[in-house]
């Protein structure tokens, strides 16, 4: 019977509007309502709106590969910010100096170390054995470093206290989205050809610790963007708020509608972002659906599905697994380079896996996996929640309390009040898994 139930539910076509209506609400009551439940400003829904557009499209990487797919990826924290480095290295000006410092035999050093590589595969292709290729990776590990750490050193020395990296091409903002996305597809074509022969729960293993080592990559070269010294200033794609203040006709536009200067430039500027950022999110969801309902994506539900058939059938499994982890690895770094450009700010120490893998699989599971819109509702509707749960937590546990007499008991519960968003993200996460199992909006 609940399966029954779940199956009228899933097939009902008034089920995703009524959601998106719903979530729709939830907004329009954070810009318009002022109490203790909302904050009565558009500046602040808008704020959570853009992060969970943001949001959105990293779930939309992570659906694609464990929906299509049944990829158990753990390491979604390391592909975002492989698409942090973008705006870095594309949109940032040049490091005067740095360049001159060390940037041919920093270039050089990398060439060398992929054409090490290329030796090691080639010498394995003629001779297997694993003697002679760990011969060829040996030497050449020596010959890197003798090119790398010089060069590494040289940038690092550059006016350290201002810059101490490389810089960037100073090319457009809105480009490094997409080196963001080749960025995270690089990395994940390179870890596929490794971890993807595994079974699934070492899988799941294995991503997680590679994306610890990327972020533990960039915490530690400064060379690259400074590190743990963070890097601030990244270029935008919209306008600034104190040009906007600073506009005659931009104040009079917004005394026209009866807000200040000040509040009128930030909902402008965070409608922009909104507008770049829906654009993006609705493309790849179209490529996306595109790709769920062409012969490929129905082959790739068919391995997904029964795996053994597949290969029975003729596929080519492992490949077709590394084609799909690297486009969802792209579409996360995407949205990490959207993120940071977002920001302004780029600090590695800030990524958190709790964060930016368990929050991201929560959205996917909640929105339904293997639907595209799904992971987009999901993503919006948690990361509203999650923002919320700060607020929201401290007062329901305030309300439960107050009958209660003054004693450790109640001061312990209060004290623990900042807990509540974790316990309201497994709260939704069980009560979705006990009540809609294949999420609010499942796969058709």
């Known amino acids: ?16 509007p009524i959601l998106f209506g719903i979530l729709a609400i939830l907004f329009v009551l954070e810009g318009t309502v002022r109490n203790d439940l909302f904050s009565g400003s558009w ?31 753990v390491g979604v924290v390391g592909f975002l910010a492989m698409g942090a480095l973008a705006p870095v290295l594309v949109s940032l000006p040049p490091v005067e100096g740095a360049w001159q410092a060390g940037g041919p035999r920093l270039i050089l050093s990398l060439l060398a170390g992929v054409g090490i590589l290329a030796l090691a595969r080639i010498v394995w292709g003629r001779t297997r054995k694993g003697w002679a290729v760990a011969l060829v990776l040996l030497a050449g590990f020596f010959l890197f470093r003798s090119l790398f ?20 091409l100073g090319l457009p903002v809105l480009l490094s989205w ?43 070269e400064d060379w690259l963007a400074r590190g743990v010294k963070n890097i601030t200033a990244i270029p935008r794609p919209v306008a600034y708020e104190v040009d906007l203040q600073q506009n005659p006709d931009f104040v009079a536009f917004a005394q026209g509608w009866g807000f200040s200067a000040t509040e009128a430039s930030g909902i402008w500027v965070k409608l922009s972002y909104m507008s770049l950022f829906l654009v993006v999110l609705l493309v790849l969801i179209l490529l996306a659906e595109l790709a769920l309902k062409s012969p490929w ?21 492992t490949r077709r697994h590394l084609q799909v982890f690297v486009l969802g690895s792209a579409v996360i770094g995407i949205a990490g380079a959207m993120m940071v450009t977002l920001d302004g700010l780029v600090a590695p120490t800030g990524y958190n896996p709790l964060r930016y893998t368990f929050l991201i699989w929560v959205m996917v599971i909640v929105g339904g996996s293997g639907n595209n819109w799904g992971a987009v509702l999901g993503s919006v509707l948690i990361w509203f929640l999650w923002i919320k749960a700060e ?23 209060l004290d623990s009040s900042p807990h509540m968003r974790f ?16 999420g609010l909006l499942p796969e058709k």
């Open 178 to 220: 997409l080196v963001g996305g080749v960025f995270a597809a690089g990395a994940a074509w390179a870890i596929g050809k490794v971890a993807l022969g595994l079974r699934s729960d070492y899988l799941a293993i294995a991503t997680l610790g590679i994306g610890e080592i990327i972020v533990a990559v960039m915490k530690n």
């Open 297 to 317: 994506g129905r082959m790739m539900r068919a391995i997904r599905d029964n795996e053994t058939a597949a290969r029975a059938m003729g596929k080519n499994v």
């Open 423 to 438: 316990i309201a993200m497994g709260a939704v996460l069980l009560a979705v898994l006990r009540f809609a199992p294949r």
């Open 43 to 73: 500046n602040t829904s808008l704020a959570i709106l853009n992060m969970g557009l943001i949001s959105a499209i990293t779930a939309l990487g992570v659906n694609m590969q464990w929906g299509y797919a049944g990829l158990f990826n």
């Open 391 to 413: 607020v929201w937590g401290p007062a329901a546990i305030a309300a439960l309390t107050g009958p209660l007499a003054d004693g450790p008991l109640k001061e312990h519960l």
């Open 149 to 168: 750490d010089p060069a590494v050193l040289a940038i690092e020395g550059n006016n350290p206290a201002r810059h101490g990296n490389i810089g960037g």
């Open 1 to 16: 019977m609940a399966s029954n139930r779940q199956s009228t539910a899933s097939a009902s076509p008034w089920r995703a």
